[in-house]
């Protein structure tokens, strides 16, 4: 399936006392990686909703494997999990410079209508650049 990947460093205050990423900036770091698994196909999540259209997380699962640590470069790198229908799902694995794996994620986001907050099917732009 599609797939996209995005290198940044490890920010200090992103780190525990131990210089450690702190458990809960890994969401960040997911949604980091689903916004440009967007953009690289062509579109902005900020597009998206300025055409109505809002993708909550409804299911958010990490396993951590390894700690990243302050100054590490990692990667993120997301992966479509099926051709979407009213909910997307994505596969993420981060990975150090060693090529370590860090972390194992998964989430799905359900396409919901901004103005009546009720599902709706994934938006056929979208589709037709996932299955292009």
Same mark, same amino acid.
């Given at each position: 399936?599609? $797939?996209n990947?995005?290198?940044f460093r490890? %920010?200090y *205050?992103?780190?525990?006392q131990? %210089?450690v990423? /702190?458990?809960? @900036? /890994? *969401? &960040?770091? $997911?949604?980091?990686? %689903?916004?440009?698994?967007l %953009? @690289? #196909?062509?579109?902005?999540?900020?597009?998206?909703e300025?055409s109505? !259209?809002?993708?909550? !997380?409804?299911? #958010? &699962?990490? &396993?951590? =494997?390894?700690? *990243? !640590?302050?100054?590490?470069l990692?990667?993120?790198?997301?992966r #479509?999990k099926k051709?979407?229908?009213?909910?997307?799902?994505?596969?993420?694995?981060i /990975? @150090?410079?060693? +090529?370590?794996?860090?972390?194992?994620a998964t989430? !799905? $986001?359900?396409?919901?209508?901004m103005?009546?907050k =009720?599902p709706? =099917?994934?938006?056929d732009? #979208? $589709?037709? +650049?996932i299955?292009?």
């Amino acid at each position: 399936m599609v $797939l996209n990947e995005i290198s940044f460093r490890i %920010r200090y *205050a992103e780190t525990d006392q131990m %210089r450690v990423v /702190y458990h809960g @900036n /890994y *969401a &960040q770091y $997911l949604e980091m990686g %689903r916004v440009e698994w967007l %953009r @690289n #196909l062509g579109y902005s999540y900020k597009s998206m909703e300025e055409s109505g !259209v809002m993708l909550p !997380v409804i299911s #958010l &699962q990490v &396993q951590f =494997k390894k700690p *990243a !640590v302050y100054d590490d470069l990692i990667t993120v790198e997301t992966r #479509l999990k099926k051709i979407p229908s009213v909910k997307i799902e994505f596969d993420f694995t981060i /990975y @150090n410079e060693s +090529k370590e794996v860090l972390v194992e994620a998964t989430t !799905v $986001l359900v396409f919901m209508d901004m103005k009546t907050k =009720k599902p709706i =099917k994934c938006p056929d732009y #979208l $589709l037709e +650049k996932i299955k292009s």
